[in-house]
């Protein structure tokens, strides 16, 4: 079978540890030009409009994340499903998988901009967002919504190059369409002198092309994973497969972000300049994590490609070798953080107020960084097997209801700033306990017939 064009990348032999870098560099790097996307339009509404135009778009990531979050879970199940029977040497799976994951897309794009803008006035009030940041960030999710399509395509197309080992194409497309993002904002408010709409539009655009060009480079791939328009259609296996696996992380990935929106209405009730600082740091958190991020993506597509191939100890050593990468490189990015808060919140915004609550999240928050790292492996991990229940449960278990109990009894034990900053730390400790505990209990552990003591005493 002609498989290997240079693009795509067989998993199941060489060097390990090779393998993992050559193919979460470039994810990461990918996802350094996605943070650029929100934190561009974070750092040019807070440097040229005002600390309410940043607070607002700041806020609004956890409404975003809500409806997109459902359909990253889904591009989740796509890719196990694609990388497992990309491993297996099943072309005609592999075909049926991708028409199906591109078919479902369609559908998922009108629930998602019908959903997004059904719920951005009750999201908005359930945050308690104040007076003067609603109007800003109301237009913003507007915006972004009625765009919400192309994140979407992009997402489901790139997750189908990635389950085949092609993390290149993805990211060339990415840092087009961010540097265009870059571009646009400073374009449309400095220029034509728009506001919040301006970083608004400027993203839709950026996600749209960079959808359009995933979709194009599919449909000129001649192997088994290419897209045929006129073969689109539902397969009912391959759709099974998606969502018994994607399906628990889309429910995991909008009620962590849902929950996160009560984490914001326990910031925003310190204030805008509280709101504007926590938007930055966020920001800057996202970019302390992209190893970590990309190292579990990398490490799940290896595992589905390993274990659609039988090859169970090599799974495992792969998992070994992301989680030390993946503290390695967290405690040197963490570090340089906490060194650099103050001139990196300030980079964000010139308000004195403003940059005192960044450097305080930072400062809080940060040594807690490598307790993700087991969560975030051993979970990708799970999901490479086709065990995404699990991690599911454990994640809404530690994200959402033990995080929630916990704000409220600091809430009513009036334990303040400091007591909310940790509610993330505690969740991602909880979160790696119970994974871990999960992840060597897993079916990645279990001994064959030949290994188990009573078939050595039959021989």
């Not at 945050?127 to 915006?143: F, G, N, S």
Request: aromatic share 10%; with cysteine; charged share 15%.
């Amino acid at each position: 079978m002609a498989r290997l064009r240079g693009r795509d990348s067989d998993m199941t032999q060489g060097r390990i540890w090779r393998h993992l870098v050559q193919f979460a560099i470039p994810m990461a790097i990918g996802l350094l030009f996605q943070q650029l996307y929100n934190t561009v339009d974070t750092l040019v509404v807070g440097n040229f409009v005002s600390k309410e135009a940043q607070a607002a778009v700041g806020s609004t990531g956890s409404i975003i994340n809500t409806v997109v979050g459902f359909c990253a879970g889904l591009a989740t199940g796509a890719s196990v499903i694609i990388s497992q029977r990309y491993g297996a040497h099943d072309d005609e799976g592999l075909r049926k998988a991708v028409h199906t994951t591109i078919a479902v897309t369609f559908l998922l794009s009108v629930l998602a901009t019908a959903a997004g803008l059904l719920i951005i006035d009750p999201m908005l009030a359930f945050m308690e967002t104040p007076a003067d940041v609603w109007d800003e960030a109301r237009e913003y999710l507007t915006i972004y919504f009625w765009g919400i399509s192309g994140i979407l395509f992009y997402n489901m197309g790139s997750g189908i190059l990635r389950a085949v080992g092609d993390s290149r194409r993805p990211l060339l497309f990415l840092i087009f369409s961010a540097l265009l993002n870059t571009v646009l904002d400073l374009f449309f408010v400095l220029v034509l002198g728009m506001k919040v709409d301006g970083v608004a539009w400027a993203t839709i655009l950026a996600q749209i092309i960079s959808a359009a060009a995933i979709l194009i480079a599919l449909t000129r791939e001649p192997s088994a994973y290419g897209l045929r328009w006129r073969e689109l259609r539902i397969d009912r296996t391959s759709l099974s497969g998606i969502l018994r696996i994607g399906l628990p992380s889309s429910i995991q990935s909008a009620i962590t972000a849902f929950s996160n929106v009560f984490v914001q209405s326990y910031i925003n009730a310190f204030g805008s300049a509280c709101m504007a600082g926590y938007s930055i740091y966020s920001k800057l958190d996202a970019f302390v994590l992209i190893p970590v991020q990309a190292l579990a993506m990398s490490s799940t597509t290896m595992v589905g490609q390993n274990w659609g191939a039988g090859q169970k100890k090599r799974a495992r050593e792969s998992v070994t070798s992301a989680m030390v990468l993946s503290l390695i490189s967290t405690a040197v990015l963490g570090v340089g953080a906490l060194l650099a808060a103050r001139q990196l919140i300030g980079l964000f915004s010139p308000e004195p107020e403003v940059v005192s609550y960044g450097v305080r999240f930072i400062q809080i928050v940060t040594p807690f960084y490598l307790a993700i790292c087991f969560n975030q492996i051993y979970a990708g991990a799970l999901r490479g097997i086709g065990d995404a229940t699990a991690p599911t449960v454990i994640m809404l278990c530690s994200f959402v209801v033990f995080r929630q109990i916990y704000l409220f009894v600091t809430k009513q034990m009036n334990l303040g700033f400091v007591a909310v900053a940790l509610a993330y730390p505690m969740g991602w400790i909880l979160c790696s306990v119970l994974l871990t505990i999960r992840y060597r209990r897993s079916r990645l552990f279990e001994k064959t017939p030949e290994q188990r003591p009573e078939a050595a005493e039959k021989q």
